[in-house]
């Protein structure tokens, strides 16, 4: 005999099973999964004409829940990039570990990626709550005036280090980097860094315990201080209107403040699974005189250190297999 089902499994005034639902919604938005945008309306009267009967806009958006549908923005890439090279470049940690023999001596390797942004006295609108009948009132300019922070972070620490400086050119680049090796004296830094032109001029000298390492080009969804500078505009930037430049500097230089309090979140948002696989081998390669191959100079250089237990296991035993450890 049969177990009974619960009143979700009955589904008593369903239009149709769930099955049919997911072909249905297979067939009318297999053009969202290539970014294509999706009008609900549109889809409705598609999926009626499939059904055969008439349905309310409530419904289709059910629908959608039940097969684990969201309202998202997509993810954007350069329009010409190039998806193997940047692959490659992903799981590749050969690059790195030859980036960390050129050291005078052997360090602990910390990667840590640099970008700049610029912002400016150009306000940003975007949507907030409101009670009915309330229409929220900001202010808003059109100043093209603009200053520029650089940042550098470790996504295995969440360390962050900022400046906020007039240009983007050669000489304020240097500047950060001398800075960034001296507040870490006793570590390989790896930093990388995209194509800018100044970030490829012959004047810029890096630090001896600095090395650059270039994205490949028309890449800049591999650099996750692009969704750090994403999380600093949507939490202190958003409807705020400036007076002046050196208002915007003050928040923008405690925005960054309050980050680097925050590790844990740093780590949340940029320590992404090829970014700790690539660093785990490159410190196994290197890892200096007195270390086994698989143990950490220091816990706080782990790149699994904010991960629970069963899953840090899990990587470093995956890690080891790979390297035939």
Not at 98 to 122: H, T
Request: hydrophobic share 40%.
């Amino acid at each position: 005999m049969d177990l009974p089902r619960s009143k979700r499994q009955l589904r008593n005034r369903s239009n149709t099973d769930l099955e049919q639902e997911k072909k249905i919604l297979d067939e009318v938005l297999a053009n969202a999964a290539t970014g294509g945008v999706v009008i609900i309306p549109g889809i409705k009267l598609d999926i009626e004409v499939r059904l055969g009967k008439t349905l309310a806009l409530s419904s289709v958006y059910r629908m959608l829940a039940r097969h684990g549908w969201r309202k998202l923005a997509p993810d954007t890439q350069h329009a010409h990039d190039e998806p193997q090279a940047r692959e490659d470049w992903k799981n590749s940690f050969v690059a790195l570990v030859e980036v960390v023999a050129i050291f005078a001596k052997v360090r602990p390797l910390r990667p840590m990626f640099q970008d700049a942004a610029r912002f400016g006295l150009i306000s940003d609108t975007r949507h907030r709550r409101a009670c009915r009948p309330m229409h929220p009132m900001v202010k808003a300019m059109v100043t093209h005036q603009y200053t520029y922070a650089y940042g550098a972070f470790s996504p295995l620490a969440g360390r962050c280090d900022s400046f906020v400086l007039p240009h983007v050119n050669t000489e304020c680049m240097q500047l950060f980097i001398t800075e960034i090796a001296q507040r870490l004296p006793d570590e390989g830094i790896v930093m990388v860094i995209d194509g800018a032109g100044w970030h490829q001029s012959k004047g810029l000298k890096p630090p001896e315990t600095l090395r650059l390492h270039f994205l490949p080009s028309f890449s800049p969804e591999l650099n996750p201080q692009e969704h750090l500078w994403d999380e600093l505009r949507e939490k202190y930037f958003h409807n705020q209107a400036f007076e002046s430049l050196d208002a915007l500097e003050a928040l923008l230089l405690a925005g960054p403040r309050r980050r680097e309090e925050a590790p844990g979140i740093v780590k949340s948002i940029s320590a992404w699974d090829w970014i700790l696989h690539s660093v785990f081998h490159a410190n196994q390669n290197w890892a200096p005189t007195g270390h086994r191959a698989n143990q950490w100079p220091s816990q706080d250089r782990s790149p699994y250190r904010s991960l629970s237990p069963e899953r840090r296991n899990g990587r470093q035993a995956a890690c080891g297999a790979a390297c035939g450890g």
